[in-house]
């Protein structure tokens, strides 16, 4: 049984047939009592870091959430829902995260939005482009390769450098290097795949990655605590 935690964000139905579709049994819930009876643990999450953060704790999920990786139980975060894993965003301002694995999550260097050709300054604020500086389009949108780092039970059958399907402006700044299990580079080297102990998380998408997506889920199911 895997257990999606529906906290009213993010493409839950689209994660629920995918895990289907590998053969797992799934519950979505946002019980706390469920959490505790979960086996495995999915985290989604689209759009802004601040906003999921402050329905899981409005919600009452932080402490389960905690208790179900304290329990050793195998554990997912899934876009934002593997940002949510580190320590603090820093998506418009500061905002607090799961603190699961020790690191921030950044905006791309360079980054500006095509609608208004600007580009991120060191404080967050927006700024010219300038006119030989390096740029790249945020939303980082499509397929990209993966280079895997290290071994780990979730990557098993991947080939290095396996497409998988990215919807992001942010990206993770783990800490610990030995956190980071797969690569991807979109102007500068960011990490798509992550890891410690029981926990996982990916900043693709899996449900939308096709064969490689269906067999990081499948995994991640077959996984026992």
Same mark, same amino acid.
């Given at each position: 049984?895997?257990?999606?935690?529906?906290?009213?964000? @993010?493409?839950?139905?689209?994660?629920?047939?995918?895990?289907?579709?590998?053969?797992?049994?799934?519950?979505?819930?946002?019980?706390?009592?469920?959490?505790?009876?979960?086996?495995?643990?999915?985290?989604?999450?689209?759009?802004?870091? @601040?906003?999921?953060?402050?329905?899981?704790?409005?919600?009452?999920?932080?402490?389960?959430?905690?208790?179900?990786?304290?329990? %050793?139980?195998?554990?997912?975060?899934?876009?934002?829902?593997?940002?949510?894993?580190?320590?603090?965003?820093?998506?418009?301002? #500061?905002?607090? %995260?799961?603190?699961?694995?020790?690191?921030?999550?950044?905006?791309?260097?360079?980054?500006?939005?095509?609608?208004?050709?600007?580009?991120?300054?060191?404080? @967050?604020?927006?700024?010219?482009?300038?006119?030989?500086?390096?740029?790249?389009?945020?939303?980082?949108? %499509?397929?990209?390769?993966?280079?895997?780092?290290?071994?780990?039970?979730?990557?098993?059958?991947?080939?290095?450098?396996?497409?998988?399907?990215?919807?992001?402006?942010?990206?993770? #700044?783990?800490?610990?290097?030995?956190?980071?299990?797969?690569?991807?580079?979109?102007?500068?080297?960011?990490?798509?795949?992550? @890891?410690?102990?029981?926990?996982?998380?990916?900043?693709?998408?899996?449900?939308?990655?096709?064969?490689?997506?269906?067999?990081?889920?499948?995994?991640?199911?077959?996984?026992?605590?």
């Amino acid at each position: 049984m895997v257990t999606i935690i529906d906290y009213g964000i @993010g493409n839950l139905r689209s994660i629920e047939k995918a895990f289907e579709a590998v053969g797992a049994a799934v519950l979505r819930t946002d019980d706390p009592e469920a959490l505790a009876q979960a086996e495995r643990v999915v985290l989604p999450g689209v759009g802004a870091f @601040g906003a999921c953060a402050d329905e899981i704790r409005r919600r009452g999920l932080e402490q389960p959430i905690r208790d179900a990786v304290a329990a %050793g139980k195998p554990f997912l975060g899934v876009c934002v829902g593997m940002q949510l894993l580190f320590e603090v965003s820093e998506e418009m301002g #500061a905002h607090r %995260g799961l603190g699961l694995l020790p690191g921030r999550v950044v905006r791309f260097q360079g980054a500006y939005e095509p609608a208004s050709a600007a580009c991120a300054t060191d404080d @967050g604020s927006a700024g010219p482009v300038e006119a030989d500086a390096p740029v790249l389009k945020v939303p980082h949108m %499509g397929w990209n390769t993966v280079a895997i780092q290290r071994e780990a039970p979730l990557l098993r059958g991947l080939d290095d450098g396996a497409y998988f399907y990215f919807v992001h402006s942010y990206h993770a #700044a783990p800490e610990r290097p030995e956190d980071v299990l797969g690569l991807t580079t979109y102007g500068v080297p960011f990490p798509a795949i992550v @890891g410690r102990n029981n926990v996982y998380g990916v900043q693709f998408h899996p449900e939308k990655s096709q064969r490689n997506g269906l067999r990081i889920l499948e995994n991640f199911a077959a996984m026992t605590t």
